[in-house]
């Protein structure tokens, strides 16, 4: 009998789960954008004489080119615009330290400790405090061409044309993004009501949520501009908010196994069409006659979004308060002031900020004290693999790595064949495209696309050519070995205090959601925006979970364990969203002793967690009056409480 070796040969679950590439749409004007952004500033260095210079242009392109995912237009001036300031402040901090020694290692430590308190912020505020430190690196690790303002305006400027090319066509199609992105909300939310009943469901309303995220999120950087004075505007957030009854009538239907019938999400789908091409005329909905509860609120939440989509004056009514569905304030300077104060005053930030402060500070003195030829790449390396909102530092550090391995096999077929001066414009026109089409795969592929790039351009600069390849791995390696040891395994972070902590909030957030949905006088704005709060919250949970899968044992396995506790929780909130649906459209309401009854034992169960790294056993009393609303809700608590119990 021939030997059994799958436990050998088969790769562990963490790693598969690392090297998979994401699926993702073809980038094709991203890719455009690329291949003209990152060989027009080369080709002008070369014909004025001055190839440095349009290798540092070229350079600050590639930041725009990462930095170049937003769909609406506004928001790319935000992605790309903004962090190129601060690029410029890093980088002019760097080339005045440069060659100082120590000063060098003190200057670049104290910009790591503020790129990382600001990073925690948001996403801009992210990309921004990234290339901050990424210029700072290389201005105190590479000597620059011209005077110390030079390095700025060239690289800066080179940021600035992708911005331009990705605003050519924002005359003609002004609004389209946003309109596309409300109008993908509705369609996905069709889905969702055809998949009612059935397995597909949990992964739709994933979907639906993730989608409702993003669009509120356009909308709402539109709003940071026009301070709800615009008529546009106004209609796509009242189509959002529309949309809002449909999606909380879906967890009623699919509570009872009750499939909708197929003309329900065709009426939504014909809704979407609407929404993208900016139809207001009379829509016919052909809706079945509605026969029970969950039926009659589909039914009537349909025909209310129908009303909406149809009616080009709508929103203006309420124009300057605007439901904010997530929470946050209007005015672009409270948010600012209130970021700001967060950043000063929040011991995550500060944590954080300190811990790559740490690597950096690490790093900076091991290569003033060993010589490391182009020693700038070592702090490049950690700055990448050390950002928390781009996954596991664990999983970027392997990634990186074998990123680095595979653009370096690419690099040295391109240096050892293709001879310094023109024909380095047509292969960056090659190279550049590939960093939108990749980075959407993941880091790794990312970073396989973004090494053979940068080692063109340093290569334009230094003129090194092949001997660039070894040094490169030998600093990606170090990087990656102090990010992974000074970053990761000094600092360990139990499931407990990373997530833990943050999903014991989320069941405590629907304890209260429980007692305000059947409270007397609800307000209906005010419930809608706590359940977008708890789906938000959730929904940022299990990113978090599915991340730490990506880790080796312990911490994937534990990830593992408490992923189910993740999706139970959501359940519930599905539960008391489809019991208040049907109490609007006919159910007797619960007694107040009943609510209180279910939001204690959400309330123990959100106690337990927090005093605990593992599931542990929970009490659980759940009774109630037969045939009541919440009894389907207390199914569920019950089933919360069984899965936090050791098995």
Known sequence: MP???PSVLTPPDWLVRNLRPQQAPMPWAAAARAAIALALPLAIGLAAGEPAYGALASMGALSGVIGDTADAYRMRIFNIAVPQLFGAIGVTIGSLVHGH??????AVTGVALVSGMISTIGAVASVSSLLLLLNCSIGAGLPLPGSWWLAPVLMSGGGLLVLALALLAWPLRSGIPERAAVAHTYRTVADLLAATGTERYVDIRLAVTQSLNQSYDLALARRAFHHGRNPELARLLAQLNAITPVVEAAPAAHQFDEPLAPEVPDAVRHLADAVETGYTGPIGLSLPVPTNETARAVDHALRHAADVVSDRSAGQASLRNVDDRLGRPAALRVRATRASRNVLLSA?????????ALCIGLAQALVSLVPVPRSYWVALTITFVMKPDFGS???RALLRALGTVAGLV???VVLALVPLGWWDVPVMFVLGPLIPVLGRRG???????VTPVILLLSDVLNQLGTALLVPRLVDSLIGCAIALVAGYLLWPESWHTRVGD???DAVADTARYVEYAFGADVDPAARARMRRRLYRDLSAIRTEFQRALSEPPPSGRRAAAWLPLVVAVERIVDATTAAGVRIRHGAQCPSPAEISHVALQLRELSDGLRETDT??????DLTGPAGSVLEPLRQEVAAARAIASPH
Not at 101 to 106: L, N, S, Y
Not at 349 to 356: A, K, M, T, V
């Open 3 to 5: 030997r059994q070796l």
């Open 101 to 106: 020694g120590w000063v060098a290692v003190g």
């Open 348 to 356: 995550a930030s500060w944590r954080y900020g300190l811990r790559l």
């Open 393 to 395: 530092v664990f999983s």
């Open 410 to 412: 690419v690099a040295a």
């Open 443 to 449: 880091y790794g592929y990312q970073t396989a696309a």
């Open 502 to 504: 943050r999903l014991a």
């Open 615 to 620: 599931l542990v056993a929970v009490r659980t």
